[in-house]
């Protein structure tokens, strides 16, 4: 995968990548300041720069939050292992299992972890603001993402470790008003191809004036 400064090829090619992934080449202090200086520049609902990126590129620490994102995995497993392919069901979790399995055997040997949070807590009784606290900080979670992919870098767009949010807070000394989002690991890939998705066109998804309306 390449770099890329064509905006229109890097928002429609930004995909989780979780193989052909450089585990072993370290991710630079520099490129990743740099595009979280343009992930803050995203809109924000609440007119204040709550966000906050905790990068983890040592080894204890990514260590205690890939055991924790495992256990998470496991415990969702259990939880819906009735719903889940065959390939899935059984316990442990080999390499050759599908790709998001390998994430969670591999996440400690990622160069970078990148959990982006956000300062307070969203409203438990108000969904508008709700909206308003996430609609804060998750824009800035994808604005990442997408420079990391116009740096040539890949990455993956998870929440699965909020389950464990008070263990990880522990573990990596988060105050206990920040609330956890999105964990993006990163790495430099190795002859990854992204393309866009087949995914369903705008006439599809789209209504005009009214609920249900296409024209």
Same mark, same amino acid.
């Given at each position: 995968?390449t770099a890329?400064?064509?905006?229109?090829?890097?928002?429609?090619?930004?995909? =989780?990548?979780?193989?052909?992934?450089?585990l072993?080449?370290?991710v630079? &202090?520099?490129v %990743?300041?740099? #595009?979280?200086?343009a992930?803050?520049?995203?809109?924000?609902? @609440?007119?204040?720069?709550?966000w906050?990126?905790?990068?983890l590129?040592?080894?204890?620490?990514k260590?205690?939050v890939?055991?924790?994102?495992?256990? =998470?995995?496991e415990?969702?497993?259990? &939880?819906?292992?009735d719903?889940?392919?065959?390939?899935?069901?059984d316990?442990?979790?080999?390499?050759d299992r /599908?790709t998001?399995?390998?994430?969670?055997?591999?996440?400690?040997r990622?160069p970078?972890?990148?959990l982006? #949070? =956000?300062?307070?807590?969203?409203? /438990?009784?108000?969904?508008?603001?709700?909206?308003?606290?996430?609609?804060?900080?998750?824009?800035?979670?994808?604005?990442?993402?997408?420079?990391?992919?116009?740096e040539?870098? $890949?990455?993956?767009?998870?929440? %699965?470790?909020?389950?464990e949010?008070?263990?990880?807070?522990e573990? @990596?000394?988060?105050?206990?008003?920040?609330?956890q989002?999105? %964990?993006?690991?990163?790495?430099?890939?190795?002859?990854?191809?992204?393309?866009?998705a087949?995914?369903? $066109?705008a006439?599809?998804?789209?209504?005009?004036?009214?609920?249900?309306?296409?024209?």
């Open positions: 995968m890329s400064n064509d905006f229109f090829e890097v928002v429609s090619t930004t995909r =989780s990548v979780r193989r052909r992934l450089d072993d080449r370290p630079e &202090r520099a %990743l300041e740099r #595009c979280i200086d992930a803050v520049q995203a809109p924000t609902g @609440l007119d204040r720069e709550s906050r990126f905790l990068v590129t040592e080894a204890e620490p260590a205690r890939a055991a924790l994102y495992r256990a =998470s995995f415990g969702l497993a259990e &939880r819906f292992r719903r889940l392919p065959a390939s899935l069901r316990a442990p979790l080999p390499s /599908p998001y399995v390998g994430l969670a055997e591999n996440l400690h990622m970078a972890l990148v982006v #949070c =956000s300062e307070g807590r969203p409203s /438990p009784d108000d969904t508008a603001m709700q909206v308003a606290f996430y609609g804060s900080v998750l824009p800035a979670a994808w604005s990442l993402m997408l420079a990391l992919r116009a040539g870098l $890949g990455a993956t767009w998870t929440t %699965l470790l909020v389950s949010e008070a263990a990880v807070a573990a @990596l000394g988060i105050p206990a008003d920040v609330t989002t999105v %964990l993006l690991p990163v790495a430099y890939t190795k002859g990854a191809v992204l393309r866009p087949a995914r369903k $066109g006439a599809e998804v789209t209504y005009w004036n009214r609920w249900g309306r296409r024209t």
